[in-house]
């Protein structure tokens, strides 16, 4: 167990759908990354939070959102969900914004879109 | 931009043996760092070595090590004794602590097998 919590660990839904994936950072961590993965395109960064406070925004594409609450918990919402966005997605976490330890990566959520 | 490349898409190694994945990156930084992920089949991201560009010295842990050439821009990962638990898909990732974006950026990943 890395301290990194992600739920659902799997999410099959049908395209046109909302979701939402929730990520609790491993206990200290103030900073929170999502990335995606897929087979195509590797690993690829959509945004980070810090602390609250949006910090860094990738590769987002604009139907998809993210927020980081109080207790730093971070969730990320995908809209009208299209059959590409099946894919991986991460959350990491690390102490620093710069992350220059190395992130501490949760088990992913498989998004599958039918 | 900065960007990761892992010139092996696949590799395979000997049980007990010793094997090498390459990773090249480009910047114009001075000051950044390095990793190795590993990505097992049970797909949980995990932190093999990291690797600090203003220190000479090749980064070691247990069996993983590094070959840091910052001038050639070359940060290899090299596993020794190889066990099948090794067997996994490996990421090259760089990080710049002065970046606008404080995140990693990972190259394409190395798929590697182990042969008992």
């Known amino acids: 167990d890395s301290g990194v919590t992600q739920t659902p660990k799997h999410l099959i839904t049908a395209t046109g759908q909302r979701v939402t994936l929730r990520c609790s950072p491993r206990?200290?961590?103030?900073?929170v990354y999502w990335y995606q993965q897929s087979l195509d395109q590797g690993l690829q960064f959509l945004i980070q939070y810090y602390n609250g406070e949006e910090r860094a925004k990738g590769n987002i594409l604009e139907r998809f959102s993210a927020q980081q609450f109080p207790d730093l918990h971070s969730e990320l919402n995908l809209s009208s969900l299209e059959l590409g966005d099946s894919a991986l997605y991460f959350c990491?976490?690390?102490?620093?914004?710069?992350?220059?330890?190395?992130?501490?990566f949760g088990s992913g959520t498989r998004l599958t879109v039918v | 931009a900065q960007t990761v490349t892992q010139s092996q898409p696949e590799m395979s190694v000997q049980e007990a043996e010793t094997v090498t994945l390459s990773c090249t990156y480009d910047?114009?930084?001075?000051?950044?760092?390095l990793f190795w992920y590993k990505q097992p089949p049970s797909r949980q991201m995990i932190l093999v070595i990291r690797?600090?560009?203003?220190?000479?010295q090749n980064a070691t842990e247990n069996r993983f090590s590094v070959n840091f050439q910052k001038a050639a821009k070359s940060f290899s990962l090299k596993i020794s004794d190889s066990q099948l638990g090794d067997a996994a898909m490996y990421f090259c990732?760089?990080?710049?602590?002065?970046?606008?974006?404080?995140?990693?950026?990972f190259g394409k990943g190395t798929k590697l097998s182990v042969k008992p």
């Open positions: 690797q600090e560009a203003y220190k000479q």
């Open positions: 990732a760089y990080n710049s602590p002065t970046g606008s974006q404080g995140n990693l950026i």
């Open positions: 910047t114009s930084e001075s000051d950044y760092y």
């Open positions: 990491a976490s690390s102490v620093a914004a710069g992350g220059i330890s190395g992130y501490t």
């Open positions: 206990s200290g961590d103030l900073s």
